[in-house]
Each structure stands twice: as C-alpha cells, then as structure tokens.
C-alpha cells in the first residue's frame, strides 16, 4: 500500500495523521515512487511491476492503478524519464536494463549485463543516451556504462 500526504506549505507545524490518498495493488513490498514528470496528477509505483496511478480522483482509496508494466523478472532498482517523458529507463535485479513506453507499457529495447548489475539508471538529457551506475570495484571506483 502507497499513501499520499498532502504537506501544507507552512511545512510541518504538526503531526500528519491522515493521508490524502491510499493506492492499492501491489503484493509486494514498493521499492520506488516518481512523479510522471509531464502531469502532475500521475504517479508511478514499482516492486516486481510497475504501477501507472492517476492521483485526479475524488476517492480517498484507488484500488487499481492505470495500467500495469508486467515485462521485469526481479526487484525494480531504479527508473528515469527522457526528457519529454515518452521513453522510462528501468534496471531491475535480473540484471537487465529496458527502456519502455509508459503510455503503451511495451519494451522497445532491452539489454543485458550478466557481469554487472545496475543499480541506478539515467537518461542524459537530450542525447538520446542511458547512463548505468553497476556498483563499485574493489578500488572503490564507481563503474559506469553508456
């Protein structure tokens, strides 16, 4: 279970103690939370699948997201947007990294890295590029793909 707060401008003068929204639907622990960075109503959750939510509902408990992103075979690490927001990068614990299409919920490309696993993924910027942070070495040397 996903629950929104909403956070009054003036910050925290007290205690929160009840949430805007609660979002229901995954079966497992959610390991990621991003703002679709075009609309600020949507919301996209992640655990073994990522959750499409549109938050511009007046009930308190939504119980099924928009759509579902069902292509992951393990934990989702991390996920990134491109700049306009029509590609979504994700790494997951399969040690794969796919670039899919939020709206349509399917892979356009997939890569593997069975030496490595990536642990953080990056769009940069306009360059039609994906940057992968796979974890250190034994120097303590951050490893980085493009």
């Given at each position: ?73 393990g934990v989702i690490l991390s996920m990134s947007f491109n700049t306009n927001s029509s590609l979504q990068a994700t790494t997951c614990k399969d040690h794969k990294i796919r670039v899919v299409d ?45």
């Amino acid at each position: 279970m996903i629950k929104i707060w909403n956070i009054p401008k003036q910050l925290l003068a007290r205690n929160l103690t009840t949430n805007k929204k609660e979002l229901l639907g995954h079966a497992h622990r959610v390991g990621l939370v991003e703002w679709y960075p075009m609309a600020a109503s949507i919301l996209f959750s992640a655990d073994y699948k990522v959750m499409v939510w549109n938050l511009d509902t007046k009930e308190s408990v939504v119980a099924s997201p928009v759509k579902t992103i069902t292509c992951h075979q393990g934990v989702i690490l991390s996920m990134s947007f491109n700049t306009n927001s029509s590609l979504q990068a994700t790494t997951c614990k399969d040690h794969k990294i796919r670039v899919v299409d939020p709206r349509l919920g399917i892979v356009l490309q997939e890569v593997s890295y069975m030496r490595h696993q990536a642990n953080k993924v990056l769009f940069l910027g306009n360059l039609k590029k994906l940057t992968a942070i796979c974890g250190t070495s034994r120097c303590n040397n951050w490893q980085m793909a493009l």
